[in-house]
């Protein structure tokens, strides 16, 4: 009796500790993520370095959808990615990668849009066996691999 008395006090702090080993972002991150997505589920905050500098990816759910943020360390952000189906990739970029990369099919296509405005669409596709990304403009300039 004693051991099932003690089982929720145990599992609930097993909980929280989980809770917060899974979201190591600064409460501004946080305070930012729930400005822009009050409604949306976070469902895990990483800091990366980019070019030396920390910022933190946020991946969250929100109507739905599933989005991944992009954001300084200071909470301000940098861009959003969501996956989109083949048909929102404007007709420009598709043309543009099957002239790049002949022959090889588009496996998933991610719409990216930058602080500033900017839409460019990373394209997944498989090549010797590998996935690789490739990311154009709206317009269709050819922007870099992964």
């Given amino acids: ?4 008395a003690h089982l929720p006090i145990l599992g609930s702090s097993f ?3 989980t809770a917060l080993a899974a979201k190591p972002c600064p409460a501004v991150v946080d305070q930012a993520v729930r400005r822009l ?16 500098v920390v910022q933190y990816e ?3 759910t929100s109507d739905a959808s599933k989005l991944e943020l992009d954001l300084a360390s200071d909470g301000s952000l940098l861009q959003t990615e969501e996956r989109v ?11 543009a990668f099957g ?12 719409k990216q849009v930058k602080a500033d405005g ?7 596709f498989s090549r010797a066996h590998a ?10 300039k050819f922007v870099e691999e992964e």
């Fill in 15 to 17: 909980l929280a500790f």
């Fill in 99 to 110: 002239t790049k990369y002949s022959g090889k099919k588009i496996l998933a296509a991610e």
């Fill in 131 to 140: 996935k690789h990304e490739a990311t154009f403009t709206s317009e269709g």
């Fill in 118 to 124: 900017k839409t460019s669409f990373e394209l997944a």
């Fill in 1 to 4: 009796m004693k051991r099932l």
């Fill in 37 to 52: 997505y009050p409604k949306a589920q976070v469902n895990s905050c990483k800091p990366e370095k980019d070019n030396g």
């Fill in 85 to 95: 189906s083949l048909a929102a990739v404007p007709d420009a970029v598709r043309s």
């Fill in 58 to 60: 946020v991946r969250l």
